[in-house]
Nanobody
Framework: QVQLVESGGGLVQSGGFLRLACAAS????????MAWYRQAPGKQRELVAG???????NYADSVKGRFTISRDDAKNTAYLLMGSLKPEDTAVYYC?????????WGQGTQVTVSS
């Protein structure tokens, strides 16, 4: 099993930045990819950014050029650096870790962007 704990959420003004962190523990050697998702009130959870063990990344069109996903395998931690934040980025952000036959979720961290 893999346990995920997110941190770094909070309230920020439009145009500001935040860095989220996701610390993984347990069977971290099984993780093949990590990702950040978000869910705004009344909306479906959506993929924000993902990073494979190879380092390749992918982003939602809405965050390209503003968000950067990275991972530090020595610390078993994934990060999401969010810049030029907009009110529409307000959501609960969830960390996701994939292993060959399963996936795990963190508890989520709230990000609120004020206009």
């Amino acid at each position: 099993q893999v346990q995920l704990v997110e941190s770094g959420g909070g309230l920020v003004q439009s145009g500001g930045f935040l860095r989220l962190a996701c610390a993984a523990s347990g069977s971290t050697f099984m993780i093949t990819a990590m990702a950040w998702y978000r869910q705004a009130p009344g909306k479906q959870r959506e993929l924000v950014a993902g990073i494979a063990r190879t380092g390749s990344t992918n982003y939602a069109d809405s965050v390209k050029g503003r968000f950067t996903i990275s991972r530090d395998d020595a610390k078993n931690t994934a990060y999401l650096l969010m810049g030029s934040l907009k009110p529409e980025d307000t959501a609960v952000y969830y960390c996701n870790a994939q292993i060959p036959w399963n996936q795990y979720w963190g508890q989520g961290t709230q990000v609120t962007v004020s206009s």
